[in-house]
């Protein structure tokens, strides 16, 4: 793939040199990742759903960790019981796995629950009071014009 630069951008933007590296890593492939299946949806204005297919793990197999805008949810397969036949056809993965999630500024986890097979992950966007667009008002009298002293050499 290309890569693109975004230094001309740079030049026009205060404060966005994050999300440049962000849509620069999205050129880069995620080693073909694909397992396990998920989908993210949008439940409100501010609020997200992650759910995750992990059939066959256990809520003390699967371990949720949110540390500087990263959301990674880790499941490692406890020692299988040994059952009393042999696997003809094994479609069931039960193999271990990591994924990553790029969360915005804002976004904390609100809590998360595993239902028939299904781990829901519930996000909000928490924006402060002081990060809000604000009115400014403009002071001065209209049509007043203002004088600039300087000093004559």
Known sequence: MRHVDFSPLYRSTVGFDRLFTMLDSLSQPDNGQS???????RTGEDAYRITMAVAGFTE??????????VLSIKAEKSEEQKSEGEFLYRGIASRSFERRFQLA?????RGAELLNGLLHIDLKRNIPEEMKPRRIS????PGAARQIEAKAE
């Open 35 to 41: 397992y396990p299946p998920y989908n993210i949806e």
């Open 60 to 69: 003390s197999e699967i371990a949720i960790e949110a540390h500087r805008n």
């Open 105 to 109: 500024d804002h976004v904390e986890v």
């Open 138 to 141: 403009i002071s001065g009298q």
